[in-house]
């Protein structure tokens, strides 16, 4: 098993910066690679960006540019950088771990809110 621990959600104003982290515990050998998604009210859950084991990163069209994934192994943590924030970006953000070919083990979920 694997636990996910996320921090950093909040409020900011359109134009601002959030980091988000997460804490990953338990059998974290088992990953492979680490996510975050995000869910705002009335929509599908949808992929943010992603980093893999071996530091590969891929991120969803909307965000490229802004935000920015990475990993501090040491810590076993992952981070998502957030600038230049737009409302739409307002959702909550899930942080995610990938043990097999599917995202198995999910956080608790801080909300983003962006204010215009």
Do not use: H
């Not at 636990?3 to 950093?8: K, N, R, T």
């Not at 104003?13 to 988000?20: I, K, P, V």
């Not at 680490?34 to 893999?52: C, D, H, N, S």
């Not at 990475?70 to 771990?97: F, G, H, I, W």
């Amino acid at each position: 098993q694997v636990q996910l621990v996320e921090s950093g959600g909040g409020l900011v104003q359109a134009g601002g910066s959030l980091r988000l982290s997460c804490a990953a515990s338990g059998s974290i050998f088992s990953i492979n690679a680490m996510g975050w998604y995000r869910q705002a009210p009335g929509k599908q859950r949808e992929l943010v960006a992603a980093i893999t084991s071996g530091g590969s990163t891929n991120y969803a069209d909307s965000v490229k540019g802004r935000f920015t994934i990475t990993r501090d192994n040491a810590k076993n943590t992952v981070y998502l950088q957030m600038n230049s924030l737009k409302p739409e970006d307002t959702a909550v953000y899930y942080c995610a771990a990938k043990a097999s070919r599917d995202y198995d083990y999910w956080g608790q979920g801080p909300q983003v809110t962006v204010s215009s």
